[in-house]
């Protein structure tokens, strides 16, 4: 009589027991989303409309607002009662300017609320944009160095600026900060001209977060780059010839940006509380 050798051998695993893989929870499939975050966004200060509008973000923001002489706080931009914006009005041009994210960064879905309120309480006649752009990422054919890295800009106009200047923020390169919602969010009111001009950064910068933080004030003594003063006046110039054909002074161009003294920098920024969490005088 014939034996089968395995008639006595064990079973194959898989014929008496389950696949424990399938009662496992995959990792790359969370617990179900979560709502979405509502934004509430507050600007608050009596704030002229249907002008020029300068938003100087993050770290370029932080740092030309040193040296810019902006005057006294005027308003602010609170997201979720957290200042993000803060307003100003100087003496030396027309334009409304907001120093952005500089106390608090926004998490990716809360961009688009909060350039859209902007736009639509403001109603500018035109937006210039001052931000920055990581040159370590950047996609070029030749490789330039940070210290050789030229000021970028983006446009929605036909405005172009002397090579000499400035060069073309270009593809495959991608803008993900709020810069992006500034000039792509649309707004109810007439369309208008918007420019991003793009400072040179050796910093490659943090993915956004997810949750919206405190304003915290110890950010303005901090600054991540320290851009020369000629550049620093090279991207304002550019950044309000955005604007001259919207009424900007013609002056505005002769208006210089200086380094502050270490002595003023030290005491600077000065707030008080008049304006939601505190005013600011640069």
């Known amino acids: 009589m014939d034996v089968d050798p395995l008639s006595e051998s064990v079973p194959p695993r898989y014929a008496i027991e389950s696949d424990e893989e399938e009662d496992e929870i995959n990792p790359l499939f969370g617990e179900s989303a979560s709502a979405p975050t509502k934004y509430d966004i507050n600007i608050v200060g009596d704030l002229p409309k249907s002008q020029t509008l300068v938003v100087a973000s993050g770290d370029a923001g932080k740092f030309w607002a040193k040296g810019a002489e902006l005057g006294e706080q005027t308003g602010a931009v609170f997201v979720n009662k957290v200042q993000v914006g803060l307003v100003f009005n100087p003496t030396w041009t027309s334009?409304?300017?907001?120093?952005?994210?500089?106390?608090?960064?926004?998490?990716?879905?809360?961009?688009?609320?909060?350039?859209?309120?902007?736009?639509?309480?403001?109603?500018p006649n035109s937006?210039?944009?001052?931000?920055?752009?990581?040159?370590?990422?950047?996609?070029?054919?030749?490789?330039?160095?940070?210290?050789?890295?030229?000021?970028?800009?983006?446009?929605?106009?036909?405005?172009?600026?002397?090579?000499?200047?400035?060069?073309?923020?270009?593809?495959?390169?991608?803008?993900?900060?709020?810069?992006?919602?500034?000039?792509?969010?649309?707004?109810?009111?007439?369309?208008?001209?918007?420019t991003l001009i793009l400072l040179p950064s050796p910093h490659i910068p943090h993915a956004p977060p997810k949750v919206l933080s405190p304003s915290n004030f110890s950010q303005l003594e901090q600054d991540a780059v320290e851009w020369p003063a000629a550049l620093i006046n090279a991207a304002q110039d550019l950044v309000f010839h955005s604007l001259a054909a919207e009424g900007e002074e013609a002056n505005t161009s002769k208006h210089t940006w200086a380094v502050p003294p270490s002595a003023q920098r030290e005491k600077a920024p000065k707030w008080s509380t008049q304006i939601g969490e505190g005013g600011m005088y640069i």
């Open 127 to 194: 937006l210039a944009v001052l931000d920055t752009y990581p040159t370590p990422t950047y996609a070029t054919d030749v490789l330039i160095p940070y210290h050789d890295a030229p000021i970028r800009y983006l446009t929605s106009e036909t405005l172009s600026f002397p090579k000499s200047q400035a060069e073309p923020f270009a593809p495959p390169n991608l803008i993900s900060s709020t810069s992006a919602s500034f000039l792509t969010t649309t707004s109810s009111s007439t369309s208008f001209s918007r």
């Open 95 to 123: 334009s409304t300017v907001i120093i952005s994210e500089v106390l608090s960064k926004l998490p990716l879905s809360a961009m688009h609320p909060y350039a859209s309120a902007i736009l639509e309480s403001l109603t």
